[in-house]
């Protein structure tokens, strides 16, 4: 199964920014959007960006997103210990017909 | 609000069959998908399948081909998936998640379920 690649982990002091790459394919990224989720320890994901860019109602805008060719990234501004978390990029696979996850980053707040 | 609800947890045989239930609210089923997800202890999320609640079309990652079923009762606003010969390997968190009724292209999953943790042991 097609497989995103994401940096294991990122980290920064409270306030800073971190941004969280996510590498795929022509079959995946390139052709399709991007979708953003948030795992807080031992709960479910929750999506943080649709549409390669988009926050649903309730995401701050210190979460964004941006795509470029086949991959993508997701970006934390003011980072807070909240933010502490598993994060994983997603799409459609064109060629798999399937969905498809990143390899997951742990997001540790200094 | 919208929200999608799984059944409890599950302690199963190898080889037994386990079905999950994925019980939707706060919105129109049948104008949505529904997809599965499963996540080992301390692994990444893996796609099982999903299914669009209007039509009933179902996809199935090709790793689960033939193990997995998805399958939903409009009437009671739930979909169901069902994993057959089940292995040590399988045990995993299961979530159902709402996603839009054509995934290729655009896809996304919001909201969750809670989870229903699905342990395998003799």
């Known amino acids: 199964q097609s497989v995103l690649t994401q940096p294991p982990s990122v980290s920064a002091a409270p306030g800073q920014k971190v941004t969280i790459s996510c590498a795929g394919s022509s079959s995946n990224i390139g052709n399709n959007y991007v979708s953003w989720y948030q795992q807080l320890p031992e709960t479910a994901p929750k999506l943080l960006i649709y549409?390669?860019?988009k926050r649903p109602s309730g995401i701050p805008d210190r979460f964004s997103g941006s795509k470029s060719g086949t991959s993508a990234t997701l970006g934390i501004t003011g980072l807070q210990t909240g933010d502490e978390a598993d994060y994983y990029c997603g799409t459609w696979d064109s060629s798999l017909s399937a969905g498809v996850f990143g390899t997951g980053t742990k997001v540790t707040v200094l | 609000q919208v929200q999608v609800v799984q059944s409890g947890a599950e302690v199963k045989k190898p080889g037994a069959p386990v079905k999950v239930s994925c019980e939707a609210s706060?919105?129109?089923?049948?104008?949505?998908?529904i997809h599965w997800v499963r996540q080992a202890p301390g692994q990444r999320l893996e796609w099982l399948g999903w299914?669009?609640?209007?039509?009933?079309?179902?996809k199935y990652s090709q790793k689960f081909q033939g193990r997995v079923t998805i399958t939903r009762d409009t009437s009671a606003k739930t979909a169901y998936m069902e994993l057959s010969s089940l292995r040590y390997e399988d045990t995993a968190v299961y979530y159902c998640a709402r996603g839009p009724q054509a995934p290729d292209h655009n896809n996304w999953f919001d909201p969750w379920g809670q989870g229903t943790l699905v342990t395998v042991s003799s």
């Open positions: 299914i669009n609640a209007g039509n009933g079309d179902t």
């Open positions: 706060g919105y129109t089923f049948t104008s949505y998908a």
């Open positions: 549409e390669n860019n």
